[in-house]
């Protein structure tokens, strides 16, 4: 009975316009476009640069910025690099060349963030026991190892693409070649990077939210939500957060399960996908998102934290086309056609 219900559910999927061309790798690219316009758009104003002060100043990779460009400066030199990110992602729907650099840019500001984390201070609840328990501007920089992930998978699209395409630029062929020695270019390890990303994130936010810390701070996020807010009247304050850390680490376990069984994989990337389009929704509705100097879409408050939610639905919804494919190809009867080139054919003339 669940075998025929999850063929079913594969004919379903495989007939749908997930599967017709690219889908998943342009909303990849689209979201990461999308993040770095709006968080460059906030990086002009005064208030993000104070915002800023506690990432920078702990960052081991950008902590330079404050002596060469000052507080202003450090953040005016951020939201030009950031939307040039931005342009050359953007012109990556077209160029290739274009989109690699953009790329290279993404993967290099999202390592930047991701080792802030060990050195930001009182970034994990003492009365929790500490790590892995996160608080403060951990959450926040959590979320960028999924942008990373996401960045080296536009990265290794672009640069095979354009290698299929006979791109043959000196940078393209260099680039391929070094990936390719360094095992970069194996194929399927985006999906087992991105996948990697995935896990940590649902281990990490799942784990907090069995600490009452983490009720209190899931309050503005249930209480504003139009998919959550019945969890409240149903579980309580500290149920409520009880029952997403059971989802979130159920969703964790398929996903994880999803390295060797696609059948748990799917069904871990379709929580995935329902669990960050449920958070995505609730920006609308959250209370002095936008900062009122500004305006929108100049965000403020909790919006640039759920902001990120559009690379991680974007994932998954990768995950769920990657895991469908995967299981129809063990199903004759299914047929599937997808614009990706096969890596092979590319580390032969790299």
């Known amino acids: 009975m669940v075998t025929t219900v999850m063929n079913q559910a594969l004919h379903a999927l495989a007939k749908s316009s997930l599967f017709k061309g690219d889908l998943d790798y342009q909303l990849i690219?689209?979201?990461m476009v999308i993040i770095f316009l709006l968080f460059g758009y906030q990086k002009w104003f005064e208030y993000e640069a104070q915002v800023l002060m506690p990432f920078i100043s702990n960052g081991p990779l950008i902590s330079w910025i404050y002596p060469v460009f000052g507080i202003r400066g450090g953040s005016w030199f951020l939201g030009v690099s950031e939307w040039l990110c931005c342009l050359l992602l953007f012109l990556g729907f077209w160029n290739k060349p274009a989109g690699i650099l953009?790329?290279?840019g993404s993967c290099v500001t999202f390592l930047a963030t991701v080792t802030i984390i060990p050195f930001m201070s009182d970034g994990w609840d003492v009365v929790a026991g500490g790590f892995?328990?996160?608080?403060?501007?951990?959450?926040?920089?959590?979320?960028?190892?999924?942008?990373?992930?996401?960045?080296f998978y536009l990265l290794k699209q672009d640069v095979v693409r354009a290698m299929a395409d006979g791109t043959t630029s000196y940078l393209i062929k260099y680039l391929a070649r070094a990936m390719a020695a360094l095992g970069l270019l194996h194929d399927d390890l985006e999906h087992h990077v991105l996948r990697?990303?995935?896990?940590?994130?649902?281990?990490?936010?799942?784990?907090?939210?069995?600490?009452?810390?983490?009720?209190?701070?899931?309050?503005?996020?249930i209480s504003n939500s139009p998919l959550l807010s019945w969890l409240y009247p149903a579980f309580g304050l500290r149920g409520g957060a009880r029952f997403l850390g059971a989802?979130?680490?159920t969703i964790l376990a398929l996903l994880y399960a999803g390295f060797w069984d696609r059948?748990?994989?799917?069904?871990?990337?379709?929580?995935?996908a329902?669990?960050?389009f449920t958070t995505l929704t609730i920006i609308p509705f959250l209370p002095n998102g936008w900062d009122p100097a500004a305006g929108f879409p100049a965000m403020a408050g909790l919006v640039p934290f759920l902001m990120k939610d559009l690379v991680l639905l974007a994932v998954s919804i990768y995950l769920v086309k990657q895991d469908v494919a995967r299981l129809a190809r063990s199903s004759p009867d299914i047929e599937i056609v997808s614009?990706?080139?096969r890596v092979e054919r590319m580390t032969a003339t790299a």
Do not use: C
């Not at 059948?263 to 995935?272: E, K, N, P, V």
């Open 102 to 104: 953009g790329a290279l």
């Open 29 to 31: 690219r689209a979201s």
């Open 196 to 221: 990697a990303s995935m896990v940590i994130i649902f281990a990490f936010f799942g784990f907090t939210k069995w600490h009452q810390y983490a009720a209190q701070l899931m309050v503005p996020f």
């Open 274 to 276: 329902i669990t960050f």
């Open 263 to 272: 059948r748990f994989g799917l069904l871990g990337a379709i929580g995935s």
């Open 132 to 151: 892995p328990a996160m608080t403060n501007n951990v959450p926040f920089l959590m979320k960028d190892v999924v942008l990373l992930a996401a960045s």
């Open 247 to 249: 989802s979130e680490w």
């Open 339 to 341: 614009n990706q080139p």
